[in-house]
């Protein structure tokens, strides 16, 4: 495939148009029109159809796009063709509900490990996996295939716990501590931050701003 | 204060900003300028300048900014000068970690009340809040200051139960189901999304593309 830049902008719209599709074609729609996909996300028509053309389009015949087939061939660019392996490195209560959530392996994300440095929480088993010490990370990342690693360690403890991973070749980190790992870890490793308090900020500030 | 438009890009670094400044100010860090904080937040340095003069600049005098009054003139705009109560709806794993959050409680913001629909749950205790029935959620809505609701019910249900805490004066949520709710709530209402699976959906497509 030809490949130009791609805006990051375009990128992050994919998930969602996915997402949409993927209930679309649960609820047996077969076609959609880029009017009608622009009404229900909220996005204009020529957004669509612009952010559409990155990909080359996805060949909108007569009315509209038939579902099934625009879903795959997004999904085929985010790379949900493939199965990703992800470990979750901190089981506290985030980690842990991290650890149960359904969304992952819904959508091709196995969960393969689970660290904690806490002695009572090693051994536990959380959905089929046992929760291992920490002083194993960096073997187990060496000897599995590891996709994703999802940081739930305590802030101060961020950044020396990817490092290791990514001297143990893993590139792609969901970062849900204050850590701004971004910007600490080498060129060409992917970070996605949920910064939980970022988030709860935000509204403070519109619903101040409302206000006035 | 005089207001002219402020873009969402600026907005959303805010909290960044703050938590970096309330990070220095822990380390008794006195002064800043704004070129050590471009290096730190890897940001251009005119690309704070623009943001700061947004809000009217700060005052850099001489050598910098005074750490303690930027942390506190950007938590003024963000509205961190008050506290917040907070609910959280659906005690599943998620809505459960994040009623044991401390981050939130940190910053200001006071979990009041947790609900579920779940006898089993109702009535347990976490972090000193009994969690109440769903069938509470509409008086105490309506009973008390409520200023954000946090929504981890099942997706299915997002929709209805924050249009009821709609009607019951709450303008804002913070969505950990994949719904829609922006698009779905009257003009007014400030919605921020916690899309887990889009955060790890990205990370797929960043791997998929660097191996290319």
Redesign the interface.
């Known amino acids: 495939m030809e ?1 130009k830049e791609i805006s990051r902008a375009v ?2 719209r ?3 148009y ?3 599709l993927k209930e679309l074609e649960k609820e047996g729609v077969e076609r959609i029109s880029s009017l009608e996909l622009s009404r229900a ?2 996005v204009t028509a020529s957004q669509i159809r612009q952010d559409f053309n990155n990909f080359g389009g996805f060949g909108q015949q007569g009315y509209g796009y038939n579902v099934q087939h625009l879903k795959e061939e997004i999904g085929k ?4 063709d ?1 199965c ?1 392996n ?1 470990i979750i490195v901190g089981i506290g ?2 980690g ?3 650890a ?2 359904p ?2 392996a819904n ?1 091709g ?1 196995s969960t393969i490990g689970l660290f904690d440095s806490d002695p009572a929480k090693i051994g536990t088993v959380i959905n089929d996996i046992a929760v291992r010490g920490i002083d194993e990370l960096g073997s187990f990342a060496a000897d599995n295939e590891v ?2 690693a999802v940081i739930c360690v305590p802030r101060t403890e961020a950044l020396k716990t990817a490092s290791l991973l990514v001297e143990k070749g893993i ?4 970062n849900f501590t ?1 850590a ?1 790992l ?2 600490e870890l080498p060129d ?1 490793i ?1 970070v ?1 931050n ?17 206000k ?1």
């Open positions: 490949k990128i992050n994919l998930p969602r996915y997402r949409f996300l909220d660019i985010i790379g949900l493939q990703y992800m209560n985030l842990k509900a991290l149960k959530y969304g992952f959508n994300y996709d994703i590139k792609a980190f969901m204050q701004d971004e910007h060409g992917f996605q949920v910064y939980l308090i970022d988030t709860v900020m935000l509204l403070s500030y519109d619903l101040n701003n409302s006035k």
